[in-house]
């Protein structure tokens, strides 16, 4: 049987992939879960119908959600991961010998579990079960909502903003999120697609920009994800990461270096006037 997968972006637009087998099905208190195995791009983990992660090109996206931040951060101890179910991004922060403790609040455990046991080597992080590694499974817009002073990096790797993600991209949340980081601390949130995002986008960067000193959007190029192109949003209480001085990393990376560090802040015309454009 010819088996096929379609994210629908629009009621116009759809992204199919050619399904080889499904390792896992089910459903969470909070979501559908699907792990398949893909023709083009190998195992992926799928939520509610959309493309979370595949072992094809994850690394683009882990990368660049912990090494842009922490890399900007002159001395990143303390990390808050709110999502990441998957790991990966667990996984790149603690390849930094400065960190000292990572924090990780994922609200669906069984995302933990499926991809613990079906992509280990995203899970890897927390396969290992590091002693700088904290799981917690729960609630990270309660936890943003209790904590204050407390994180010099808060790295917001969470779903789409329907579902469990839909909190995580308001202002009363960035205002939590300001409380809970230390008076250089600062924080990323990925923030979907400039193509067919763009009303959320417009949002999101206003509330950002009213509440931190210092607010950028930087983009990196996904295959998995809608268009290609994927916006991340910093904001930062201090360092401007367009003045930053970068450390050199002692370990290897595949997508991330210096050259797409300065270059990846760098935004393209229609994108800039995404930002500056008034909300209806």
């Not at 199919?16 to 390792?23: A, D, N």
């Not at 991004?89 to 609040?105: C, D, N, W």
């Not at 009363?172 to 601390?185: H, S």
């Not at 367009?242 to 935004?267: G, H, M, Q, V, W």
């Amino acid at each position: 049987m010819d088996l096929w997968m379609t994210e629908w972006q629009t009621q116009h637009l759809g992204m199919s992939v050619r399904i080889k087998e499904t390792l896992f099905s089910g459903r969470s208190s909070f979501q559908e879960i699907a792990v398949v195995e893909s023709e083009p791009f190998g195992r992926m983990l799928v939520l509610d119908g959309v493309f979370q992660t595949s072992l094809f090109d994850e690394f683009i996206y882990h990368e660049m959600m912990a090494h842009v931040s922490l890399s900007t951060h002159p001395n990143p101890k303390r990390i808050l991961i709110i999502g990441g179910g998957d790991g990966g991004t667990a996984r790149e922060v603690l390849r930094h010998p400065s960190v000292e403790k990572v924090e990780m609040i994922e609200i669906d455990g069984m995302v933990v579990d499926v991809c613990k046991e079906f992509l280990p080597e995203i899970s890897a992080a927390l396969i290992a079960d590091s002693a700088r590694l904290e799981v917690k499974i729960g609630d990270g817009i309660q936890h943003m909502s209790q904590a204050e002073n407390e994180y010099d990096v808060i790295i917001v790797d969470c779903s789409d903003p329907i579902g469990p993600g839909e909190g995580l991209f308001t202002k009363a949340f960035y205002r939590d999120v300001y409380r809970a980081l230390k008076a250089d601390g600062l924080f990323v949130q990925q923030t979907e697609s400039p193509f067919y995002h763009q009303e959320l986008i417009r949002r999101l960067w206003l509330d950002v920009d009213d509440l931190f000193p210092v607010a950028r959007m930087y983009l990196a190029y996904i295959p998995l994800y809608p268009g290609g192109m994927h916006s991340f949003t910093m904001g930062s209480k201090k360092t401007d990461p367009l003045e930053a001085d970068l450390r050199p990393l002692p370990f290897r990376t595949k997508y991330f270096n210096e050259s797409i560090y300065r270059s990846c802040f760098a935004l393209p015309n229609f994108v800039q006037e995404l930002l500056t454009a008034k909300t209806k």
